[in-house]
């Protein structure tokens, strides 16, 4: 009965992830094609906030995934990973599939980015939202790159903590050939994306056989 509550748990959890990833990245899909002046070496993304033909796509994508990640995060942090059996008395102590410290990150990251939906660029606290959204994405990473660090999937979020902050230390240095911020911003949306889709410690896709080598939590 356990394992079977804790898996309902994980599937409800994936949807949530599934949800606020697609309703974020796709209000921005849909803002981008709805403002043909857009462009991804002059502007930010949050260019597309302002912008009368983009700005409703745009900004509610962001609260509604914003919300939806709320939930997500508070979600993950209950999700009881299946306890391991050593025959049929083995260890069956509850654990989660993420630690309360990485659910709390990504549930503030996610109320950041429903910010950055909700104050539009125009707006003095936009840009602290759009910092702290970037600034606990990475932090999630490293919390939970670092915890998972002797599986393949938690090696490779590592290397996204270190990504992102490299991304955003080259444009800061001047080395990105933009004057914009859409095209730095770009890597840390889709590395959200994959984490939740497919090298979390959850993920949605949970994982298919391609992909199994690199999500699975073996050796």
Do not use: K, Q
Not at 9 to 23: P, Q
Not at 80 to 108: K, M
């Amino acid at each position: 009965m356990e394992d079977s509550v804790g898996g309902v748990t994980a599937v409800r959890t994936r949807s949530l992830g599934a949800a606020a990833t697609l309703l974020a990245l796709g209000g921005i899909a849909v803002a981008i094609l709805l403002d043909p002046t857009f462009s991804w070496t002059g502007d930010a993304l949050s260019d597309l906030g302002v912008r009368p033909r983009s700005a409703v796509a745009f900004n509610w994508g962001l609260i509604l995934g914003g919300a939806v990640g709320v939930g997500y995060a508070v979600a993950l942090g209950a999700t009881p990973r299946p306890a391991e059996r050593a025959g049929s008395g083995g260890d069956r102590s509850p654990t989660r599939v993420t630690s309360p410290l990485c659910a709390a990150a990504l549930g503030l990251a996610m109320v950041a980015m429903a910010g950055v939906g909700a104050v539009d660029l125009t707006r003095p606290l936009h840009g602290p939202a759009a910092v702290g959204f970037y600034a606990l994405v990475t932090a999630v990473f490293a919390i939970d790159g670092v915890a998972r660090r002797d599986t393949r999937s938690g090696r490779a979020v590592l290397a996204f903590a270190s990504a992102h902050v490299l991304v955003w230390a080259t444009f800061i240095a001047g080395w990105w050939p933009v004057t914009g911020l859409a095209l730095p911003e770009l890597p840390g949306a889709l590395m959200l994306a994959a984490w939740v889709w497919l090298v979390g410690p959850l993920p949605v896709l949970n994982p298919p056989p391609v992909l199994g080598a690199l999500a699975t939590d073996e050796h």
